[in-house]
């Protein structure tokens, strides 16, 4: 299968102070949040995106529909968004 690619990419806050991350697809958003995602809270947000990012990698939902559910994690997790 092939990467889901976003409209715009979405550049967020990296785990290393000052470090910026640049999230283009449903897959890099998917390993961002398992693995270098810079807060310990997993709310309700959190979790809603993470299935729905997993349910794009399926086909089940839109790719942008899957980034507008990351933007609402990202929000929730009070995350810097530099550009969307």
């Given at each position: 299968?092939?990467?889901?690619?976003?409209?715009?990419?979405?550049?967020?806050?990296?785990?290393?102070?000052?470090?910026?991350?640049?999230?283009?697809?449903?897959?890099?958003?998917?390993?961002?949040?398992?693995?270098?995602?810079?807060?310990?809270?997993?709310?309700?947000?959190?979790?809603?995106?993470?299935?729905?990012?997993?349910?794009?990698?399926?086909?089940?939902?839109?790719?942008?529909?899957?980034r507008a559910a990351f933007l609402?994690?990202?929000?929730?997790?009070?995350?810097?968004?530099?550009?969307?």
């Open positions: 299968m092939s990467e889901l690619m976003w409209s715009q990419p979405i550049i967020v806050e990296a785990r290393k102070t000052g470090g910026r991350v640049k999230i283009s697809s449903v897959e890099r958003a998917t390993e961002y949040m398992s693995s270098e995602w810079p807060t310990l809270e997993d709310g309700p947000a959190f979790n809603m995106a993470r299935d729905v990012l997993l349910k794009a990698k399926d086909g089940r939902v839109e790719a942008e529909d899957a609402s994690a990202l929000e929730e997790g009070n995350i810097a968004v530099f550009a969307h």
